[in-house]
């Protein structure tokens, strides 16, 4: 049975549940006269691993396409039929919902924003807001970072950050970029006023809004299946994900794992093999913007 797990993982590595070559490998334990029931316990972690991975590579460019949650799907269906998954109902559970918010991650930054009510600010005769909720602004001072509380509220016109006594709002003409890093919304701008990083509850929601709000105010919005810079090419995720062994490079976790790169992105890193690593998402959140 180790020689036949060790085929079922290649198999899966490289086509996934499906194929003659998955076939076969169920004929080979009959020919064997295995009992069936012993190789679905057998796959069961395997199975389990091969979900992770399909997640994992699907959110390498940080966008989950339709197509990718079909084939989560079609993944689940596949081996729940040829393994024992019923103990691992809500890791399934939880990677489905994982891959659901993603999705919707996508749609909002393709242009499919939501509308927010702010009935505290006046706002211009055509203008409607997509997105207000509380903040924190962060200015790193000398002495230690100092600390705003206020709101973000985003429109189709401008970005505001309504303080406690201080307040800022920028065209989004002005605005360069928006991204999520390790727990905040940083917003780049060509000015200085109104740019800036905010602590937010939920700062891969705001940062997904907020970019979908700068797409559509520039008309970059990315057409369907379009990639951005973040893409990762699918031979280098196989060969980052092969080489870490599916497992965090930190402290070993196989669940809820990503593709960091060492050298952040914004500060120059390459998406290439030797700058990327699996990490479990604590010990991404962890490591920060550090080198």
Same mark, same amino acid.
């Given at each position: 049975?180790?020689? !036949?797990?060790?085929?079922? /993982?290649q198999i899966l590595a490289i086509t996934g549940p499906y194929g003659p070559q998955w076939d076969a490998l169920w004929i080979s334990l009959?020919?064997?006269?295995? &009992?069936?029931?012993? @190789?679905? +316990?057998?796959?069961? %972690?395997?199975?389990?691993?091969?979900?992770?991975r399909v997640v994992t590579f699907a959110f390498a460019d940080n966008q989950i396409e339709q197509h990718e949650l079909n084939e989560f799907?079609?993944? $689940?269906?596949?081996? /729940?039929?040829?393994?024992?998954?019923?103990?691992?109902?809500?890791?399934?559970?939880?990677?489905?919902?994982?891959?659901?918010?993603?999705?919707?991650?996508?749609?909002?930054?393709?242009?499919?924003?939501?509308?927010?009510?702010?009935?505290?600010?006046?706002?211009?005769?055509?203008?409607?807001?997509?997105?207000?909720?509380?903040?924190?602004?962060?200015?790193?001072?000398?002495?230690?970072?100092?600390?705003? %509380?206020?709101?973000?509220?985003?429109?189709?016109?401008?970005?505001?950050?309504?303080?406690?006594?201080?307040?800022?709002?920028?065209? !989004?003409?002005?605005?360069?970029?928006?991204?999520?890093?390790?727990?905040?919304?940083?917003? /780049?701008?060509? *000015?200085?006023?109104?740019?800036? *990083?905010?602590?937010?509850?939920?700062?891969? !929601?705001?940062?997904?809004?907020?970019?979908?709000?700068?797409?559509?105010?520039? &008309?970059? $919005?990315?057409?369907?299946?379009?990639?951005?810079?973040?893409?990762?090419?699918?031979?280098?995720?196989? +060969?980052?994900?092969? &080489?870490?062994? @599916?497992?965090?490079?930190?402290? @070993?976790?196989?669940?809820?794992?990503?593709?960091?790169?060492?050298? %952040?992105?914004?500060? @120059?890193?390459?998406?290439?093999?030797?700058?990327?690593?699996?990490?479990? &998402?604590?010990?991404?959140?962890?490591?920060?913007?550090?080198?």
């Amino acid at each position: 049975m180790q020689g !036949w797990r060790t085929q079922a /993982s290649q198999i899966l590595a490289i086509t996934g549940p499906y194929g003659p070559q998955w076939d076969a490998l169920w004929i080979s334990l009959i020919f064997h006269q295995v &009992r069936v029931d012993t @190789g679905r +316990e057998a796959l069961t %972690p395997l199975a389990i691993a091969h979900l992770e991975r399909v997640v994992t590579f699907a959110f390498a460019d940080n966008q989950i396409e339709q197509h990718e949650l079909n084939e989560f799907e079609r993944a $689940v269906a596949m081996l /729940s039929a040829a393994a024992n998954l019923n103990t691992a109902q809500r890791h399934i559970d939880e990677l489905r919902r994982r891959m659901l918010r993603g999705r919707s991650f996508t749609q909002v930054r393709s242009g499919e924003l939501p509308r927010a009510r702010s009935p505290h600010i006046h706002l211009e005769a055509d203008e409607f807001t997509y997105l207000d909720t509380d903040a924190l602004h962060v200015k790193y001072l000398a002495k230690g970072p100092m600390h705003t %509380p206020g709101r973000i509220i985003a429109s189709n016109k401008k970005l505001r950050f309504v303080g406690s006594g201080a307040g800022s709002e920028l065209p !989004w003409s002005k605005i360069v970029s928006v991204t999520a890093e390790y727990g905040k919304v940083t917003v /780049s701008a060509t *000015t200085a006023r109104g740019g800036g *990083t905010y602590q937010v509850n939920d700062p891969e !929601w705001v940062a997904a809004v907020l970019e979908g709000a700068l797409r559509v105010a520039k &008309r970059l $919005v990315l057409a369907p299946g379009q990639r951005d810079s973040r893409s990762i090419p699918p031979h280098v995720k196989a +060969e980052v994900y092969q &080489r870490d062994g @599916g497992r965090c490079r930190q402290c @070993g976790a196989i669940h809820y794992l990503e593709f960091d790169h060492m050298i %952040p992105l914004s500060r @120059g890193g390459a998406t290439s093999v030797n700058n990327l690593q699996i990490l479990c &998402r604590q010990c991404n959140l962890q490591k920060g913007a550090r080198l």
